[in-house]
């Protein structure tokens, strides 16, 4: 059985891209997009295992993506980014069940210390 993919979602493709190849060398299999769509086509078909998702997304907002995300499966832990210092964004983040909200530049290796223990607790 495949193990559940980690899926990095992102308006910008690139910073998806850098931030999913990044996971996968550190053993986590993570692939990227930049629409909410392809999250939660990947949610509906069982094999997502945490989102990190971004406030921005090229076809809906990173909060709706995580309410979508969050009827489809209530356990499936979602990480989000943001650029945006707004105190409201990570309020409203956390209403829709956001287990960590990182500002950007993201720190790569806290994130992948989150990443370890929701995958983690969600495995074992």
Same mark, same amino acid.
């Given at each position: 059985? %495949? ?10 493709? %690139?910073? +998806?891209?850098?931030?999913? #190849?990044? =996971?996968?060398?550190? &053993?986590?299999? $993570?692939?990227?997009? @930049?629409?909410?769509?392809? +999250?939660?086509? =990947?949610?509906?078909? &069982?094999? =997502? ?6 406030? @921005?997304?090229?076809?809906? @907002?990173?909060?709706?993506? $995580? ?11 979602? =990480?989000?980014?943001?650029? #945006? ?11 829709? &069940? ?8 993201? #720190? ?9 223990? +929701? ?6």
């Amino acid at each position: 059985m %495949e193990p559940p993919v980690i899926i990095v979602a992102d308006a910008d493709g %690139e910073a +998806a891209r850098l931030l999913a #190849d990044y =996971l996968s060398r550190q &053993g986590f299999p $993570a692939s990227h997009t @930049s629409r909410g769509e392809d +999250a939660i086509r =990947l949610a509906r078909s &069982g094999k =997502l295992g945490l989102a990190i998702v971004d406030v @921005s997304l090229v076809d809906m @907002s990173g909060h709706a993506l $995580a309410s979508w995300l969050k009827q489809i499966d209530r356990e499936i832990p979602i =990480l989000m980014t943001s650029g #945006d210092y707004r105190p409201e964004l990570e309020m409203r983040a956390r209403q829709v &069940g956001v287990l960590y909200y990182a500002h950007k530049p993201t #720190d790569y290796g806290r994130l992948q210390t989150v990443v370890a223990k +929701a995958v983690g607790a969600e495995c074992g």
